[in-house]
């Protein structure tokens, strides 16, 4: 399916992830009572974009007093300098500041039997909506007037960028005038909570609301507790808006390698034999890397948060007590981080070095790779493409689509990956009519995404499989927000993976490396 809202919001969302690794040092100033505390920690992956290769260009490499190699290269009559920066030392001076209330909170959700969505009849009025992002396609404009014609009631269609989305909300309510329905993606959890922009929906919800895997709307609890903040529910959606992160697979280039049958790996999934060592020495066989093949995209630094997430693991926890903390001591996240290790380090492995910064749909389309991470709704780009061209590794034209294959990542405790967490709120201030136009709208966008879910295309038994994980709403994302003076959660992965993953460097130093940093990032940004 191709839902627009999800793939601007991926496309957006993506290339501002990858330029938080591409900085330079990152200096962390916290507080802790009356002391002030300055922490400089080297980014691994700093590498400018102004890069030239000119022949002229003079490139010098020195090793400073802390093992750090910096490269410099200037070019005559130009001003222009690329520094890189390969850091092998890391400063753990960071302390957590005194007064901060981290708190998540485990949501609780009341009993009830009626959706919140039956009866409403808006009686004509007007609601205003953020809309995140600038435009969209006729389709959505479609579910915009079903929208309106099932509720009665006109909206008002803001279209706010996405970095300046949580300023857009600020000013709206600041003049008065709060949007009553809005967005919410987690790259902005918590800011747009802590910033007083969200309106908290306890009062709303009920368990008549929730997804079952029966209904045509419903919310994903998983969601609900990911994006919550001190027990409260600000932000609510379908499952289906989200989209679970899949393996797709060159079913030719594995059966070639007597990978096909009973050791096809959709058939070891249903056999309850699959795992991400079984893909390992899969992709081992099948790769040839001196002809140009390599066994998967790359993983890290930027694709690695799904396999992590796919442990049952990221890098913060909830703890008993409701506070949210860093989770470096985890052995799924060990577990996690030495499995990327090796699948990208050392001269066994089998992803692909290349292009760090490309997802591998390219790559995967072309055959330099055999297969790719990412969600259930890019058969569409597989169809649309094989019906233009024809892909020589697939096989002839007749033959590549049916040698598209697909297969669920493997999953620690029924986990289901997907790649970021989206859904819908009400404005703070707002009125109780705007919350529950909000809520309707929520429930009307989980219905359509259900009705129309993946490609059109998409064979009966393929869609079947995607369903039934989304169904389950044991969901797993990302918490890659929590942006503050400290950095963000998504930063923090790609320095830690970059460190494990690029360099092969001990998983366990560099995880006690970042503990305090990764708690004050949390820390600083819900102190807000």
């Known amino acids: 399916m191709k839902r627009v809202l999800a793939i601007l919001l991926v496309l957006c969302m993506v290339v501002p992830m990858a330029a938080c690794g591409k900085g330079g040092d990152t200096t962390v100033t916290t507080t802790a009572g009356d002391t002030a505390t300055t922490t400089t920690v080297a980014d691994s992956d700093a590498v400018d974009t102004d890069v030239t290769t000119d022949p002229n260009a003079t490139t010098t490499t020195v090793t400073d007093k802390n093992g750090n190699v910096v490269t410099t ?10 520094t890189k920066k390969s ?10 500041p005194e007064g901060v209330t981290s708190t998540m909170g485990k949501i609780t959700i009341k009993a009830g039997t ?3 969505e039956k009866g409403l009849n808006f009686g004509g009025k007007e609601f205003s909506f953020a809309y995140y992002g600038s435009s969209w396609d006729q389709k959505h404009t479609d579910w915009h007037a079903a929208f309106q014609k099932k509720f009665n009631v006109k909206l008002d269609v803001h279209g706010v960028a996405s970095d300046e989305y949580v300023a857009g909300l600020s000013s709206a309510i600041a003049a008065g005038t709060p949007y009553d329905i809005v967005f919410m993606y987690n790259f902005d959890y918590p800011s747009q909570i802590i910033a007083n922009t969200m309106a908290p929906l306890n009062d709303y919800v009920t368990t008549a609301d929730l997804w079952s895997g029966e209904t045509q709307s419903g919310f994903s609890e998983a969601l609900m507790q990911a994006l919550s903040l001190n027990g409260n529910i600000y932000c609510v959606a379908g499952p289906y808006l989200q989209g679970p992160t899949m393996l797709w697979y060159n079913k030719k280039l594995f059966s070639d390698a007597g990978y096909d049958g009973a050791q096809d790996p959709l058939a070891l999934y249903k056999a309850g034999k699959w795992s991400w060592d079984t893909l390992y020495d899969m992709l081992y066989d099948i790769q040839d890397p001196a002809k140009g093949l390599w066994g998967i995209n790359s993983l890290a630094p930027y694709y690695s948060h799904q396999m992590i997430n796919s442990f049952d693991t990221d890098y913060v926890k909830l703890a008993a007590d409701g506070r949210l903390m860093q989770n470096l001591q985890d052995p799924n996240l060990y577990a996690a981080l030495q499995m990327l290790q090796k699948f990208s380090y050392g001269e066994h492995k089998v992803a692909d070095p290349n292009n760090p910064y490309e997802p591998g749909i390219e790559q995967f389309l072309n055959g330099t790779i055999a297969s790719v991470t990412s969600t259930a709704g890019k058969y569409g780009t597989w169809y649309d493409r094989m019906s233009k061209k024809t892909y020589s590794a697939f096989g002839s034209k007749a033959q590549q689509l049916s040698n598209i294959g697909v297969v669920p990542l493997p999953g620690k405790n029924g986990v289901v990956p997907v790649w970021d967490w989206m859904g819908y709120g009400a404005g703070n201030g707002t009125t109780k009519e705007g919350i529950l136009c ?8 989980s219905e359509v995404n259900h009705a129309q879910v993946y490609d059109v295309h998409m064979p009966a038994d393929m869609k079947k499989l995607c ?11 990302p918490l890659s927000g929590f942006e503050s003076s400290a950095g963000t959660l998504g930063n923090l992965g790609v320095r830690i993976t970059s460190a494990v993953a690029l360099k092969g460097q001990n998983i366990t130093v560099t995880l006690k490396g970042y503990e305090n940093l990764a708690q004050t990032l949390i820390d600083t940004a819900l102190k807000g």
């Open 73 to 82: 290269t200037t070019k005559k009559g130009d001003t222009t300098v690329r």
């Open 87 to 96: 850091t092998v030392a890391v400063a753990t001076n960071t302390v957590v």
């Open 114 to 116: 009626t959706p919140i």
């Open 438 to 445: 909000a809520m309707a709208f929520a429930k009307h966008d």
């Open 467 to 477: 369903c039934g994980l989304m169904d389950s709403d044991k969901l797993r994302a």
